[in-house]
């Protein structure tokens, strides 16, 4: 026999969704504005290892010169992307959410035990705190304060002079660009590992992300 | 003895909780889909929209709307930070258009048009700016492109242009044009009273140099580079909001930060 656990709210399920095509437009147009300047690289002297981006990938993604079109997109779309993740956080406060997001004590080290588990080089995993396991719980978590950090790094992108104390708070107008841009690729980075690891959690957890329930096995009763 | 009681043969009745999932999978999928197909749809609508001043109009629409913000924001008329002059860094040459032939200053007159009182356009030499009181300041320009570098600036502050020569003018915005109308830019009120707003005839301690818009160019550390427009031609007080070069290809009419 089987039942059924509720996992995740309705509103976090749709918010988690809508998210997606927002912060991928947020990405796409950001990718048309950083053409224009594309500064920076992985690299120390003269020896550059990457560039950020090599000509094939912004001409494969038909980035060039769409500086305008890239800027209209960004600051229109970044209010919806900034609404929906104020009521998310907003959400996940009222609601008690949080407790399942916000890292305890144990999760630093129980997040580096679960990786291990996950890279099979441990064979116990310790137990999840919640909904999540640490490593989940911490990613999960990172995610959101990233989210917060664009908006921040990216009002003193937009408004250096009316936000001027954000600006320097953060390191001055191209430090703020700096961030903002290694956020963007933190994204990325989540992205890749979020999507991997949901296929390998397999179909009944990715349900529970759609119709909010898990389906859990219950233990047979044992005979007499 | 018996066994007690004999296994339950094994049911083959479907699982109602797992059918239960599916329908709800089901469900899910289908109001998701829709919500997916919306989505696409606006996304869709967006693209296809025509152009307003070389940009789709609803995001048009949306530009207007942060400048709306902007504008309400600005009325404290804050200052754009200033910078120690070591962190002054050579400014390379990013825009010649209005800048084709040469210009005498020695000969090259301002024109300004809508000034209060005057009926007719005024010019102005290089020495009635300089005349007004001299203005130094090391501000960081940031081009819209993205890159940033400091510099220091010299002139007269265009509100004590106006106090001086049109103490009533109060129009709703400001042009500018080069001499030949090539090039051209349009300020908000308060982006050009802003006491930041330079006629700017120094740079970086020596006279302007031709490419970087001698005799006079416009300053603005409020808004992107675009704005700072090089080798005034015509200055005109209007209520109508001037036309922008940049603004006209897709930009942001307001560029300001």
Known sequence: MSRLVKKHPRAVRWMHWINFPLLSIMIWSGLLIYWSYPAYRLGWGDTTVFKFFPTSFFQALSVPHRLAEGMAWHFVFMWLFAINGVLYVGYTIVSGEWRDLVPTRASFKDAILVTLHDLHLRKEAPPCEGKYNAAQRLAYFAIIVMGAGSLLTGLAIWRPTQASTFTTLLGGYQAARIEHFLLTIGYVAFFVVHVAQVIRAGWNNFRSMVTGYELVRTREEKPR | ?257
């Open chain 2, 1 to 257: 003895m018996s066994d007690p009681t004999p296994p339950r043969p094994e049911t083959d009745a479907p699982d109602d909780a797992e059918q239960r999932l599916s329908r709800m999978t089901r469900r899910a999928f289908l109001t998701g889909g829709g919500a997916a197909l919306l989505g696409f749809g606006a996304w869709e609508w967006i693209r296809t929209r025509p152009n307003e001043a070389g940009v789709r109009w609803p995001l048009r629409n949306g530009l207007r709307f942060d400048e709306n913000l902007s504008r309400a924001a600005f009325r404290d008329g804050k200052l754009a930070p200033t910078f120690a002059k070591d962190r002054v860094r050579p400014l390379k040459v990013n825009g010649n258009v209005g800048l084709g032939g040469s210009v005498d200053p020695s000969t090259w007159m301002m024109t300004v048009v809508g000034l209060a009182g005057a009926s007719a356009p005024r010019t102005f030499s290089l020495a009635d700016i300089q005349a007004l009181p001299r203005v130094e300041m090391t501000t960081e320009l940031k081009c819209i492109e993205g890159w940033s570098v400091v510099v220091t600036w010299a002139g007269a502050r265009l509100s004590d242009f106006v106090a001086r020569y049109g103490p009533q003018t109060d129009t709703a915005y400001v042009g500018l044009k080069t001499p030949d109308a090539r090039y051209y830019v349009g300020l908000d009120h308060d982006s050009a009273m802003h006491p930041q707003t330079l006629l700017c005839y120094e740079m970086n301690g020596a006279p302007l140099t031709g490419p970087h818009g001698a005799p006079l160019r416009l300053v603005t550390p409020t808004k992107y580079g675009i704005k700072h427009l090089k080798r005034i031609g015509t200055l005109t007080f209007t209520n109508d909001r001037p036309a922008d070069y940049w603004a006209e290809r897709g930009y942001d009419w307001y560029a300001g930060h």
